[in-house]
Every structure is written in C-alpha cells, then in structure tokens.
C-alpha cells in the first residue's frame, strides 16, 4: 500500500491537531456531478449496476476528489446491500427508492433470516481494495453501513416510509420479533464492517439514517443498544493504525452524550444542532462530525462560504483552552441533493480549508 | 356561553392543580373514525368542503367527544386557510396533499402579498363559534394556526416537500423575501387567532409543523423570531378569561428552552423528547404537551395502556417537590394515523385519566 499523504481526516478523528479542518461530504460521489451519471450510462443506468461492479464503483468513488480537494473518499455503495445478501431481494424501481421483495413481517420470516454469507457481498469489498489501489495515498477510504435500526426499517417496511407504521406496530406489538432482527443485523453490520477493514477501509461509519424517528426509550433499545453492540465487535485497528469509528444518527441531537458513549470515536451532527452547544455537551471526548445544511449549497458561492464560516466558527478554535483538540470533520448535515451546483462544491470546501487554516493562525498568534 | 364542566384542560395549560391529567389527540376529529367518514361524503368527500362548512365542521369537531372521554376540542380546518385568503388557490388532489396553485417564489409574488381579509375566512370564525354553541360548556374548545414559518413553507413550496429546497434556496440566497413573507405571515396569523378568540377559541396553538428542517440558527432568525410576534400579539385574555397559547414545533426538542421563552403557556413535545428531561429543562416555567409516539395506537390496547403510563411517568408527579405544578396535558407527538384502530383509542384515553389518578392518590398519601 502507498504512504498516506493527507491523513488530517483521521487525525480529527483521533482529536489530534491538524493543519485545517477536514471535510468530505456524504453522498459525495452521487447524482450532481455530470461525471457521475455518464459513469452510471455504463452500468445500464442503474445504480445497483454500479455498486456491484468494482471497477465502476471506483471510477464514481474517486470523481469528486479529482474536481474537489477533499480530504477523504467514502466508499461508493448502498446502505441495502446486508438485507440484500440475506436474500431479501432488493432493487430499485426507476425514479423510486428502493424496494424488498421479501418484507420482514412475520415469525416465519424472522425465523428465516441470518447473518448472510460475507461471499455474498465480495463486490463490495472488491470495490474497497479496488479504491485504495486507486486512491494511492491520496487521502483515507471510509468503509461504512446502515445501522441495525436503519436496514431493519427498509427490511420491514419493505422500501421507505413516512409513518413507520409496519415496524412501529411490530415494535410496540411483538418486541420479541423485532429484537431478534436487530440482533442478527448487529452481528451482520460488525462482520461487514471487519471485512471492509480487512480489505482496506481506513476508517468506518454507521448511518442511522432513521434513528430519530423514534420514541426517546425506543430509539436506546431498539437503535443504540445495537449500534453498541456492532461497535463492541468492530476491529479498532487494522495494520497498526486505529480505524476510527463514526455513528450519524439524523435527528439524534438530544441522544449525542449516549451515541458518544457506545465508544465512537466520531459523532455526526445533522444541522438542527448547534455545534458549538454540541462540543460542550461531550466536552471534546468525541470529535464531531458535520453539520451544514446541505441546502445552503443552492445559494451563491459567497453565501457558502459565509455559512461555512459560521459552523467553523461555532466549533471554535480547535484547541480548547486546556490544550485538548477537539476534533472537527466537517460535513453536510445530510447527504448531498442531487440537484446542487457542482461550483459551490468547490466553494464549500475551498472555504472550510482557508477559514480553518485561519482560525488556526489566530489561536496561536 | 354555558358554563364550563371540565376544566382540566385550561387549568393544566397553566399549571393550576387538576384531579387527573386532561387529555386531547392532535387530529382527533379524522380519517380514522368511520363517523368521520360518513360525514366528509356529505361534503362532496371534500375536506375543504368539510372545513368551510360550519355545520359539517361542527359535526366532524365533535365526533371524538362522543366517542372517548376527551378534555378538549380542537376547531376542525385546515392549517392552509390563512394563505388560502391570500390568494394563493388551496386545492387537495384526490389522494394527495396540499397544492397552491400561485406558489410565492419571486419579488412580484411577494410583494405582492399582504395580509389577509379576515371575512375572507369568515367560514372558520363561524365554524368556532357553531362548535362552542354545540359544546354546551363540556369541554374547552382550542383555536388553531400553522406559525409563519411553516405557512411559508408551503406558500414558497406551493405543496409538501421532502427536501425543502425551494424555501431553503430563498432563505439562504434571498433572506430578505422571506423575512418580508413571515412579517406578513406573523401579522396575519396574530389576527387570525385573535378573530378565533373573539369567536369562543377558548385556548389557541400554533403548530410549526416544519421548524424542524432548519438549521439552529436559522429556526431561530426565520421561525422562532416570527413565533415570538405572533404571541405578542396575541390577546391573552377574553371575556375574563386567560387564553392559554401553546406552541408545537415537531423536532424542536433541542430548542425547548428558547421556545418556553416567547411566552407561551405550553410547549408541545414530540416523541423524541424525553418529558422528564424536558420538564427539568424547563423547571415548570411552561406546561408541556405530549408526548406518546401514535404508532403505539397499533399495538394491542394493553401495550397502549404501558406505554401512556410510561409517558405519565415521565413527567412524573404533577406536584413538584417544590409545592409547585407542573402542567402536563396528555397528546400525541404528532397527528394521529388515518389507519389508527378506533378502540385503541379509547384504552388510550382511559389510561392516561385512570393512571394519572393513582399518580395524584399516591403522591399525596
């Protein structure tokens, strides 16, 4: 493997200084970029037809570093591909979102599931080790996976939801059923995880992208116990370097103490939360991930870069007062909208690197 | 007027001791009870056919209070009457939801709004005071708008939304166009609560069903700042009467503190606050309500029963140590489900009145 020549996106993550803050964005290998969806034309248009083929998953993946000097590169793939290769049976309908045909609903079908055969999802890390042979050093590759939670919404609700009305009914009626999924998707999430550590991924995130919809007692029993329990059985260190873990948790600002105690080294913050109060709360024994609200990127270049000033400056200065970093990745709140200017693009993170930098200089002058 | 015969509602809304803890259901009077449905095909199965006829309107507000032992009516209409009147053409498609046909998108749209006619909306205020007519004093009758924020967001969007680009775009590129929509959104919403007061809205709420979508800062420069002039305007007296106000904003729990302070007399909760924690925040200085998740509704009635006690646990003794009350009126976190089982409904309402009973015996002997 090549030497890393920008790892300032892991040290924020160990809250070790840094020259700048780092930033990458989720879902930044996606539809806005014109790149993109000619790649995309080669797999048939369709995006599982990317995710599965290695070669085009790192074509997409590397994209944005090559227009963008971002300081990490995020696998290119689904949150689905797990419930997939537990033989759900996922696709995706043109302009839907994704669909199981094999819902989660009933004793039969939970009793059916298992933690599925890691041959099953080889693609995937076919596509990490691809990625980091491409990448060269560049910057560190994020491996990463829906939470227990988030794939047991979709496996049950058999594609997205406005209520969660099929796997609320089933957490208030038979409890029993659901927590016997989460157990098994936990066990799923870890060794997938491992295995994307094992291939190459330098760093992991969990998305729980639907954790917030729950009741407060709900989301820590059936959302936080598990998402414990994959970080109780996730590799910390590949290789003699830490792999650091991040938990995003949209919607989970009241919980952030309790999401930073399950042993992340990162939390991600969607915009409702106000970093700075959010620093305070943890007091820098996690760093932070985030928190701009993807949809300033549709306002001018000048307006980006004042917002992104703004949630730097509600950080603050990334050595605290008792010499402690804090560690600060900055990021969208959310994944990026498919319809965003690609040149704000450049805006964002041309101003997360300057004003950073700045910061920096007038904290130690 | 008749005499009011249960109370309990108004005297909880300001924190006044209550034999029990009164309980109403945002969207009691709706699509899950088949009454309802009877009477909205008397309306041409319209709904705004349903809310701009006082009788039918009357008739739909009172179907739950002949069901269940609820503490409080809430006015049946929609949230969208107010930019209706001003032009913006409401219509519902089959199945669908809201559409304006003008939506408010550039300077010659938005200059060119102004606060409403109030006998333009003459159908709400004769709706109110049909419903007080009918109640005969059984129970309070709440007034309701939507906050300026979130009328804007429909009347920027000109219908749902799941990314909130459109308004998201103005607020970030063109903050001055929608500052100038929300003073006028603020003005118009102050005057229509108080023409619903003078009506016989014996208690008024303000739901700011989208706070949430924003950014920290921005919740409080574009919805809290325009929440905060409609409630200084508001009348808070009527007839000798103290008018509570409450005020809901669906994912605003980080912002509970800042939202106590505009000088509501309660703050409704989401599900994803915990009310013991949000009770200590606020210190009893405003009421709360909520909070149960309305998918509990699907579980079987004795689970419905565990979790309202949960819930009433929670927020623990009415009475503090401290001799003070803490008012508590029970609520959903949310509108209940068109799908909801009516029976469970009734489990509901007898739990939160027959376990908040025992919490008043036992706290005192």
């Known amino acids: 493997m090549n030497v890393l020549q920008n790892d300032s996106f892991?040290?924020?993550?160990?809250?070790?200084?840094?020259?700048?803050?780092?930033?990458?964005?989720?879902?930044?290998?996606?539809?806005?970029?014109?790149?993109?969806?000619a790649t995309r034309v080669k797999a048939g248009n369709s995006f599982m037809g990317l995710a599965t083929n290695p070669d085009l998953a790192t074509e997409v993946t590397l994209q944005p570093l090559d227009r963008y000097p971002l300081?990490?590169?995020?696998?290119?793939?689904?949150?689905?591909?797990?419930?997939?290769?537990?033989?759900?049976?996922?696709?995706f309908g043109a302009g839907e979102g994704p669909r199981f045909a094999h819902p989660v609903r009933d004793e039969a079908a939970v009793a059916a599931l298992a933690v599925p055969d890691m041959a099953k999802l080889?693609?995937?890390?076919?596509?990490?080790?691809?990625?980091?042979r491409a990448l060269k050093g560049r910057v560190p590759l994020i491996g990463f996976s829906g939470s227990p939670w988030t794939l047991a919404c979709y496996m049950v609700e058999g594609a997205g939801s406005d209520d969660?009305?099929?796997?609320?009914?089933?957490?208030?009626?038979?409890?029993?059923?659901?927590?016997r999924i989460l157990a098994i998707n936990a066990d799923a999430v870890a060794t997938y995880l491992n295995t994307q550590i094992e291939a190459g991924a330098q760093a992991v995130m969990i998305f729980d992208s639907w954790g917030g919809v729950l009741e407060h007692r709900a989301?820590?029993?059936?959302?936080?116990?598990?998402?414990?329990?994959?970080m109780s059985k996730l590799k910390r260190e590949h290789g003699g370097?830490?792999?650091?873990?991040?938990?995003?948790?949209?919607?989970?600002?009241?919980?952030?103490?309790?999401?930073?105690?399950?042993?992340?080294?990162?939390v991600g913050l969607d915009w409702t939360c106000d970093l700075g109060a959010a620093r305070r709360r943890i007091d820098d024994r996690v760093a932070l991930q985030g928190n701009i609200d993807p949809m300033v990127l549709f306002a001018s270049p000048d307006a980006v870069a004042a917002e992104a000033r703004a949630v730097l400056d509600?950080?603050?200065?990334?050595?605290?007062?008792?010499?402690?970093?804090?560690?600060?990745?900055?990021?969208?709140?959310?994944?990026?909208?498919?319809?965003?200017?690609?040149?704000?693009?450049?805006?964002?993170?041309?101003?997360?690197?300057?004003?950073?930098?700045?910061m920096r200089s007038a904290s130690t002058s």
Chains 1, 2 share one sequence.
């Open 241 to 266: 370097q830490r792999v650091p873990a991040i938990v995003f948790t949209k919607g989970g600002g009241l919980w952030l103490e309790q999401i930073a105690a399950t042993g992340v080294d990162v």
């Open 314 to 358: 509600s950080f603050g200065a990334p050595q605290a007062a008792n010499g402690r970093w804090g560690g600060h990745v900055f990021n969208l709140g959310h994944g990026i909208n498919q319809h965003t200017p690609p040149d704000n693009v450049l805006a964002l993170v041309e101003a997360v690197h300057s004003h950073s930098r700045a």
């Open 71 to 91: 300081d990490a590169a995020i696998l290119f793939s689904d949150i689905l591909t797990v419930p997939d290769a537990m033989g759900l049976g996922l696709s």
């Open 10 to 37: 892991l040290r924020a993550c160990l809250r070790q200084p840094t020259d700048y803050t780092p930033v990458w964005l989720m879902r930044q290998a996606g539809r806005y970029l014109p790149e993109y969806r």
């Open 122 to 132: 080889r693609y995937v890390f076919d596509a990490v080790a691809s990625i980091r």
């Open 164 to 179: 969660y009305r099929q796997i609320k009914t089933m957490l208030y009626a038979r409890p029993d059923l659901l927590h």
């Open 219 to 230: 989301f820590h029993e059936f959302s936080l116990a598990y998402t414990q329990r994959v």
